[in-house]
């Protein structure tokens, strides 16, 4: 299928294999890379589920262990071959994905191959998982070292009381230890089925080779893809608070704000460009609010927002540094109660409405973003090139509605990392 998007004088080919897997390319005349990204609907998230009948509680953390183990192959490892072919690959674990990419300027055909084969085709031993488990242990002690990181995982931790996602998507030292080449396997049998996966292509390549070689090197026939379980979570959020003591020379922090979960049929894009919009409206660089803040220095050029959607989570998360990120908190916590009783200016929100519109049509000419949010869309079964057409549809009520849930009791974590001095 060939979709038009006018707005853009762009393209998109789709096709959907037998097996199930998704196929997207976005051509990109004129870029002299290519970019290719083969992404699972499977994160950190996804450690209990439900196969064939049999309940499976894995450890934490072993999805980004899978991401890691999926490089080995019996005749070497992939990561070799894609350096013998000049491409640039490599692989990313989020709370509710695992995915695979690699740019080239050239020989794409032969870097396709090497993906589809190495991701389909696990190879668990022993002796290669014992060795792993070094490796990814010096990765997690280098990510608790970093306050941002720190932060980050704390403000799940505070929002969310059961759902998984209040553990760190590497795990711990401890939690990778109990990983077995037989929980590898499950998980790869569980999750890694072509009906749960896609594939997207960005920049200059042939589709109905692309699709081709999907056939060929894919699963013939698709594993039916287990239950998951994540647990029932309260409205509330589990702690008002999380504090780390770390050697930092001023405060980091990272705010949340626990918003109600994806309604059934509704769509994650639009409730994603909702979110996105909202958090700029609050507090973007050119807002009131920020302006104010910088001027006081509470809040430096660092600080950012983005809203985040998972499986039965939706959140946004304010994070940078401030040497008081308690009074940031108490007025993002003002601003957003002025808006629910005041409501939205409407300069502000068509300005915002716009610079939020630019940043997606900037996405345009970063393929790998492109390609990303694309499978991201694809997962919620939509197009992350609708954007535009929903932008559309949204209102200040939108935006006002969002407010009010978010101004409900109890609903804000402040994650901080805070010097060994401070309170």
């Known amino acids: 299928m060939k979709q038009q998007f006018e707005r853009f004088g762009m393209e998109m080919e789709s096709a959907v294999l037998e097996n199930g897997l998704k196929v997207y390319y976005i051509p990109k005349t004129g870029f002299s890379k290519t970019f290719a990204m083969l992404a699972t609907d499977f994160g950190a998230i996804d450690r209990a589920f439900t196969m064939d009948g049999v309940r499976y509680d894995t450890p934490a953390g072993v999805a980004h262990f899978l991401e890691h183990k999926m490089f080995e192959d019996a005749d070497g490892n992939a990561l070799q071959k894609f350096g013998r072919t000049g491409a640039s690959p490599n692989a990313f674990t989020s ?13 794409f055909e032969e870097n396709l191959e090497i993906l589809l084969k190495f991701v389909f085709t696990p190879y668990f031993t022993e002796e290669n998982v014992e060795k792993e488990k070094g490796i990814i242990a010096q ?14 995982v704390g403000v799940y931790q505070g929002m969310y009381g059961v759902h998984p996602v209040h553990t760190s998507i590497a795990g711990s030292v401890d939690s990778i230890m109990e990983i077995t080449p037989e929980i590898l396997t499950n998980c790869h049998k569980a999750f890694y089925s072509p009906a749960n996966m896609s594939l997207v292509v960005c920049g200059t390549a042939d589709f109905a080779q692309i699709v081709q070689m999907a056939k060929e090197l894919s699963p013939k026939k698709a594993a039916k893809i287990a239950a998951r379980h994540y647990g029932t979570e309260q409205e509330t959020v589990a702690a008002a608070e999380v504090v780390h003591r770390m050697a930092v020379s001023r405060p980091n922090f990272m705010l949340g704000i626990k918003d109600i979960p994806l309604a059934e049929g509704e769509s994650q894009l639009r409730r994603q460009l909702i979110g996105d919009l909202a958090a700029r409206i609050l507090c973007g660089t050119t807002t009131p609010l920020f302006v104010s803040l910088y001027k006081e220095r509470l809040l430096t050029r660092n600080f950012d927002s983005s809203y985040s959607i998972m499986p039965q989570v939706a959140a946004v998360l304010f994070d940078g540094d401030s040497p008081d990120p308690y009074a940031v908190r108490d007025r993002l916590a003002a601003e957003i109660r002025r808006y629910v009783a005041e409501g939205i200016d409407t300069e502000l929100f068509a300005r ?41 549809t949204i209102s200040v009520q939108d935006i006002q509605e969002m407010f009010a849930r978010w101004a409900q009791p109890d609903r804000m974590t402040l994650s901080v990392v805070l010097p060994p001095e401070t309170r």
Request: charged share 20%; aromatic share 14%; proline share 3%.
């Open 95 to 107: 709370y509710s994905m695992t995915a695979y990419h690699f740019s080239c300027t050239d020989r």
């Open 139 to 152: 990765e997690i002690n280098m990510m608790e070292d970093t306050p941002s990181w720190k932060a980050y």
């Open 352 to 392: 915002m409405k716009k610079a939020c519109y630019g940043l997606s049509v900037r996405m345009l000419d970063q393929p790998e973003s492109l390609c990303q949010s694309q499978v991201e869309s694809s997962f919620a079964g939509e197009c992350c090139l609708d954007f535009a057409a929903l932008y559309d």
